[in-house]
């Protein structure tokens, strides 16, 4: 048995001693996957730790004064003997905080922090979907951090949002070298993702476009739901089918066919499980039906659900390249504003986008083309 094993074989030995010297108490195991995980994908020895502890559970009664609590992330690969009525068979899930719960754990964090009257908790909540309690105390460290570099006496909106853009996009790399063609080539990918979320009902607001390499990526184009989201349309989920298609889609359209590159992978990744997930989890295929596919369909089935797949990856395709083509000049006017200002903000985007949708007409040519490059007018 290793260090851990002893350790904790020897304490769940002692517990009947412990709660009758000490009851009225609280027992709280944290992890505690790692010794009561299913008996079948353990040693002996490991299994020893398991058993005791199932043992000294059926010995507690309820007037005995003692609550045994555990916490665990992979509540899926317990051993059943564990969870059944009588031990742990009461299951409390807490699922990452709803916008309301962001804004009061950021309340809590910012309270003893001097900030900037531009500071809006409810938006930096908002624009947060996804965080739980460890990410929001990382977003404020880092906030207060970038902060303290600048010599600001106070926290300001702009280095919130910094410190939210990093955990989002990663860091950015300023100091990478990328040629003059990469980043045009990077620029109307980011600008087709753009374009095609912001003409496609149903898909989540732009929060931001960027050509500058964060983490892995060369550019990125971030959406933020309105709201927190219980549950996804169809229309929504072909939303984001199209604008995954839009980075491919924008560079076959500007560079050619045989100009297309590898930095579309991700995204038909990306889009290839979200049709897979609407065919086979989610029953949104008319040719299969309302029907939930197994893990391991049959070759028939499999071959079925990957025509569904290819049908909906080839649907978006052609809808995107439709769309895009209809608004040509826009993809070159947010394309020439990356290159110029590298970074652009949802009201920016806007901007630059509105006099180019159907029924506007821009008061002045937005976008003039000089010397083969385009500038704001």
Request: hydrophobic share 40%.
């Given at each position: 048995m290793n260090r851990l094993d002893i350790v904790l074989f020897l304490f769940i030995a002692q517990l009947r001693p412990f709660h009758v010297l000490q009851a009225p108490c609280i027992i709280f195991i944290d992890e505690i996957d790692a010794v009561g995980s299913t008996r079948k994908q353990w040693e002996g020895h490991t299994k020893k730790t398991l058993h005791q502890l199932l043992v000294e559970m059926d010995g507690f009664e309820q007037n005995e004064g003692i609550?045994?609590?555990?916490?665990?992330?992979?509540?899926?690969?317990?051993?059943?003997?564990?969870?059944?009525?009588?031990?742990?068979?009461?299951?409390?899930?807490?699922?990452?905080?709803?916008?309301?719960?962001?804004?009061?754990?950021?309340?809590?964090?910012?309270?003893?922090?001097?900030?900037?009257?531009?500071?809006?908790?409810?938006?930096?909540?908002?624009?947060?979907?996804?965080?739980?309690?460890?990410?929001?105390?990382?977003?404020?460290?880092?906030?207060?951090?970038?902060?303290?570099?600048?010599?600001?006496?106070?926290?300001?909106?702009?280095?919130?949002?910094?410190?939210?853009?990093?955990?989002?996009?990663?860091?950015?790399?300023?100091?990478?070298?990328?040629?003059?063609?990469?980043?045009?080539l990077t620029a109307y990918h980011e600008s087709g993702?753009?374009?095609?979320?912001?003409?496609?009902?149903?898909?989540?607001?732009?929060?931001?476009?960027?050509?500058?390499?964060?983490?892995?990526?060369?550019?990125?184009?971030?959406?933020?739901?309105?709201?927190?989201?219980?549950?996804?349309?169809?229309?929504?989920?072909?939303?984001?089918?199209?604008?995954?298609?839009?980075?491919?889609?924008?560079?076959?359209?500007?560079?050619?066919?045989?100009?297309?590159?590898?930095?579309?992978?991700?995204?038909?990744h990306t889009a290839t499980e979200l049709a897979q997930y609407m065919v086979s989890n989610c029953g949104m295929s008319e040719a299969i039906g309302p029907v939930h596919i197994k893990e391991r369909p049959s070759s028939e089935m499999q071959s079925r659900v990957d025509a569904e797949v290819v049908k909906l990856l080839r649907e978006a395709y052609d809808r995107v390249k439709a769309l895009l083509k209809k608004h040509e000049k826009a993809l070159h006017a947010l394309a020439h504003a990356l290159l110029e200002y590298e970074t652009l903000s949802a009201e920016e985007i806007k901007r630059i986008l509105l006099p180019y949708q159907e029924g506007r007409q821009p008061e002045q040519q937005e976008v003039e083309q000089e010397e083969g490059e385009f500038v704001m007018a």
């Open positions: 609550i045994l609590m555990a916490a665990t992330n992979l509540p899926d690969i317990l051993d059943p003997a564990l969870t059944r009525p009588g031990r742990f068979d009461r299951h409390i899930v807490v699922p990452n905080p709803d916008v309301k719960g962001r804004q009061e754990i950021l309340e809590l964090y910012l309270q003893d922090k001097p900030m900037a009257d531009d500071v809006d908790v409810k938006s930096i909540a908002r624009g947060t979907p996804g965080f739980n309690g460890a990410d929001l105390a990382n977003l404020v460290n880092i906030a207060a951090i970038k902060a303290a570099v600048e010599g600001a006496e106070k926290l300001s909106a702009a280095q919130l949002e910094f410190a939210k853009d990093r955990i989002i996009m990663g860091t950015e790399r300023k100091t990478m070298f990328i040629s003059e063609e990469s980043k045009k993702h753009a374009i095609v979320a912001f003409n496609t009902e149903g898909a989540h607001p732009i929060h931001k476009a960027t050509i500058m390499p964060r983490g892995s990526a060369l550019g990125m184009v971030t959406q933020l739901p309105s709201s927190d989201e219980t549950s996804v349309s169809k229309k929504q989920l072909l939303a984001r089918l199209d604008v995954c298609m839009g980075g491919r889609v924008a560079e076959e359209l500007v560079f050619g066919q045989d100009y297309i590159t590898t930095g579309a992978s991700s995204d038909l």
